[in-house]
């Protein structure tokens, strides 16, 4: 049989094929699974390209289905939907935070070991007024605990202000150490971040001299007392061997309960997604909760802080991880390899600006900062021994020649984020502009203006904490009100210069209250610092959604509210576009929805819509936060 000529159908022909067409649509639409929840008559904030404004949510499993007007979403309701109507109330994409340091408190969290297996203790340093009493409670420590040995024991330490840090720092000798701890390695935190900084005895630097000697003696940096030996303090990348070989840690297991409170207490703030640096067992503690159903809020994790300062061979040892970026799961998955701290913050935040006034109680020990990637860096002022290598630099080098990313990364002075942008120049001449694509700098605590046009030049990411524009004035003091108002965390600058720049705390806080501040530019004291880097609201939540998930590496799956991704929202209590800037920081969220899950709902909004879904955390922050340790550790990741 011949097949008819394409002219030979006739106007009834087609019509016919009209009908039975369309008759199948209504078939076909039936075919689509029917939503899990719907969320209608709100305001949604999609936070897409075009910053647009819907009625109404549709979510099918773990994804967004529909965007669009009520009656789009509610046609895709089923009997066994949940819909709620929101009565105007505002939704916008979950929240993340680029650099949380949510690893600080789950150790906390955990029991207190008993006394004959403690392995770590806290010195009450109120009770300090010379170096006796500090050596009196670890003595008693010790009594208590009797520990087995051998084995290594660690002290946390926070002193206050400069007398105190004096008896730390230049008072106690590790030979002190000894005759309370005479059969024990011994660590002391030296009241300021672990990574860059500990203090120990005789029978540890045996240890770390006996297996790492050579090391140490090229790349440092350690102190050195008047008999010309090591003196006990250690910093980077000495110090990281301390952490990434001896101490002992909790299981992955015994943290996970942990991370478990963090998330809940995370999710009532409203954050989804939640990134920085972190340690072997700490990411396998999420990994367990994701296996288990339990985890609400995804990690993208920094890799490299358990291998930076282990790995001697830093060509062959970071060339078996070249392709590791991006790796994981939609819960949790690698976004960096970097040294994790590339200077120190507040005064140990390397710069090139001159001090008109002590900045803090650490000046007269590190008045330049603690510039890691200067090759003239030796340590602390006048006491560490000379170095022949700059670990920091070749480490960052061979990142740029394995496509390894730099970011999760502190990069807290002037100096230091102008080193960095060097040696990526350098890279990129040599290996092409992909070899640092997607680096980013954290923190932005003090950013020369003059190198911003060339960060956005080099493709260069922020990851900025508002945190810091509440401590300017302690900026104004060391440097003068100029570098305050200029230096500081200057968002806009970056964005205009062609930069996207994500949110986050570099703490742990109420995110709410840092998206204000990046509104307001106030401190505590109402003073507003750098008004020419004030944002507006589209710009702000952008940094906490769209452009925190290019900083991710999720661009495509989260970060707005648009069919296809990944369902992660809020609704909120209040129109973050309208209510006065200055109560930005009180907005709560009333539900909020992880990977197409309920996993938090405001205690009202329980009552009023009587909703309580099957695994849902039905609290309030305020609440969540009463359960918060009260002791927040500046040697984080230890336990």
């Known amino acids: ?96 935070d680029t650099h949380i340091n949510s690893w600080n408190d789950p150790g906390s969290y955990l029991a207190e070991l008993p006394a004959d297996q403690a392995w770590e203790f806290d010195v009450d340093w109120r009770a300090v007024t010379e170096k006796a009493d500090v050596l009196a409670q670890m003595r008693g420590f010790m009594e208590k605990s009797k520990p087995k040995a051998g084995g290594w024991l660690l002290f946390h330490n926070e002193p206050r202000a400069v007398p105190q840090r004096k008896i730390l720092y230049d008072d106690l000798t590790r030979y002190d150490l000894d005759k309370v701890a005479p059969h024990n390695p011994v660590v002391l935190t030296m009241g300021f971040p672990a990574e860059n900084g500990l203090f120990v005895n005789s029978m540890a630097i045996d240890i770390l001299w006996k297996d790492h000697g050579d090391f140490i003696n090229k790349y440092g940096r350690y102190w050195v007392g008047a008999d010309g030996l090591p003196d006990g303090h250690l910093e980077a990348p000495a110090a990281r061997l301390i952490l990434n070989k001896y101490l002992p840690r909790a299981t992955p297991e015994e943290l996970a309960p942990g991370y478990r409170k963090v998330m809940e207490e995370l999710n009532g703030q409203g954050l989804t997604t939640i990134s920085n640096k972190m340690r072997l067992h700490g990411i396998e503690a999420y990994k367990i909760l994701e296996r288990r159903g339990e985890q609400t809020v995804r990690l993208a994790y920094g890799l490299g802080w358990d291998y930076f300062g282990s790995i001697t061979d830093i060509p062959n040892g970071l060339k078996q991880f070249q392709n590791i970026t991006g790796t994981g799961t939609d819960m949790n998955w690698v976004v960096s390899f970097a040294p994790a701290a590339s200077d120190g913050s507040s005064t140990r935040a390397c710069t090139n600006q001159k001090r008109l006034a002590a900045y803090d109680d650490l000046d007269s020990w590190w008045p330049v900062g603690q510039c890691l990637t200067d090759d003239e860096y030796r340590g602390s002022s006048g006491r560490s021994a000379s170095i022949s290598g700059n670990y920091f630099r070749e480490w960052i080098m061979t990142m740029g020649r394995y496509g390894l990313r730099l970011a999760t990364d502190h990069v807290a002075g002037d100096r230091t984020a102008a080193n960095l942008l060097d040696m990526i120049e350098e890279i990129q001449r040599q290996y092409g502009p992909n070899a640092t694509q997607d680096w980013a700098f954290d923190h932005c605590s003090m950013m020369d203006p003059k190198d911003i046009p060339r960060a956005a030049r080099l493709g260069i990411m922020y990851s900025c904490a508002p945190k810091y524009i509440l401590t300017a004035s302690s900026v104004a003091r060391g440097y003068g009100e100029q570098i305050a108002h200029t230096f500081v965390v200057p968002v806009k600058s970056m964005i205009d210069a062609g930069s996207k720049v994500a949110y986050e705390s570099g703490t742990y806080g109420n995110v709410w209250e840092g998206l204000e501040t990046f509104l307001t530019r106030k401190d505590n004291n109402g003073k507003v610092w750098g008004p020419q880097e004030q944002l507006d609201r589209p710009t702000v939540l952008k940094m906490a959604t769209q452009w925190a ?81 009260e002791t927040v550790r500046a040697g984080e990741g230890l336990r």
Request: proline share 6%.
């Open 1 to 96: 049989m011949r097949l008819p000529r394409l002219h030979s159908f006739t106007p009834a022909i087609c019509l016919i094929c009209l009908i039975v067409l369309f008759s199948f649509i209504p078939w076909l639409a039936a075919q689509e699974p029917a939503a899990d929840i719907v969320l209608h008559n709100g305001k949604v904030l999609t936070v897409d390209a075009n910053f647009s404004t819907a009625e109404a949510v549709a979510i099918t499993g773990n994804k967004i289905a529909v965007v669009g007007t009520n009656q789009e979403a509610l046609a895709m309701a089923g009997p066994h939907t949940q819909k709620i109507d929101l009565k105007g109330r505002t939704v916008v994409p979950g929240l993340m």
């Open 549 to 629: 998930a290019d900083y991710v590496l999720k661009g495509d799956k989260l970060g707005s509210i648009e069919p296809g991704k990944l369902a992660d929202l809020l609704v909120l209590d209040k129109d973050y576009l309208r209510i006065p800037v200055e109560q930005v920081g009180e907005i709560r969220p009333q539900v909020t929805i992880s990977d197409g899950r309920i996993v938090f709902v405001h205690t009202d909004f329980a009552a009023e819509y009587n909703l309580r879904p099957q695994g849902a955390v039905i609290s309030t922050l305020q609440e969540l936060t009463a359960r918060r340790p």
